[in-house]
């Protein structure tokens, strides 16, 4: 337990659903993350949210929509996706107070399948 | 642009003592960082360097030469159990974490 919960676990959908990933801290952070990871790929850094605000957009496709209502939850809002957007989302959280590192904590994934 | 090199994959046997290198070229730099990740799991920390030098967490150490841009993780007695993908991480911004694509270490008996 890391103190970042994601649902769901597992989702497969089709090329023309609407679905989203939901993303929760428990940590008392201010930032949180989502990274994209495919295989024999570098964990991608998709969107950055510090104090709620969009801080970085990482030239991600349109059809992956961020939202982060408030400081403990993120989502993931996932719509027309391509089979090639099949991969494991990882939601992170950090607390950007903490100058002496920047340890950020990983959720266990939602494992996405886009049919 | 920004990026990462660390070797793909490892291979070591059971307590002997294994270094996985990691260079990297980013527009800013606050800190080299390495995370686990088991199969099936979510990446964990492990170590962080700002500043040069060694840091030892346990059976665990990192190093940091900020001038070479480089760093490495040196795992000793290794354990079974420390097979699994090792990714460095670079801090670029106060907001911007970056990751390389990780090293796959397998340990043999």
């Known amino acids: 337990e890391t103190g970042v919960t994601q649902t769901p676990r597992h989702l497969v959908m089709g090329m023309t659903n609407k679905k989203s990933l939901k993303c929760e801290q428990h940590?008392?952070?201010?930032?949180m993350y989502w990274y994209k990871q495919s295989a024999k790929k570098p964990l991608e850094l998709m969107f950055v949210?510090?104090?709620?605000?969009?801080?970085e957009n990482n030239s991600v496709p349109s059809r992956f929509s961020p939202e982060c209502p408030n400081s403990s939850h993120l989502f993931l809002h996932l719509h027309t996706l391509q089979p090639e957007d099949s991969a494991l989302y990882l939601c992170?959280?950090?607390?950007?107070?903490?100058?002496?590192?920047?340890?950020?904590?990983f959720g266990e994934g939602s494992w996405l399948t886009v049919v | 642009g920004q990026s990462l090199e660390q070797p793909s994959e490892v291979t070591a046997v059971e307590g002997a003592i294994v270094q996985i290198n990691c260079t990297y070229q980013?527009?800013?730099?606050?800190?080299l960082s390495w995370y686990q990740q088991h199969d099936g799991g979510a990446p964990t920390f492990l170590s962080y360097?700002?500043?040069?030098g060694l840091e030892e967490t346990g059976r665990f150490s990192s190093f940091l030469s900020r001038s070479d841009s480089y760093g490495y993780l040196l795992l000793q007695e290794l354990q079974m159990k420390d097979s699994a993908s090792y990714f460095c991480?670079?801090?670029?911004?106060?907001?911007?974490?970056?990751f390389g694509s990780g090293t796959r270490l397998s340990i043999r008996p």
């Open positions: 940590l008392g952070h201010n930032a």
């Open positions: 980013t527009s800013g730099f606050y800190g």
């Open positions: 991480a670079v801090k670029g911004s106060a907001s911007k974490i970056i």
């Open positions: 992170a959280s950090s607390d950007n107070r903490d100058h002496s590192g920047n340890t950020i904590y």
């Open positions: 949210y510090s104090l709620e605000e969009r801080v």
């Open positions: 360097n700002a500043l040069d």
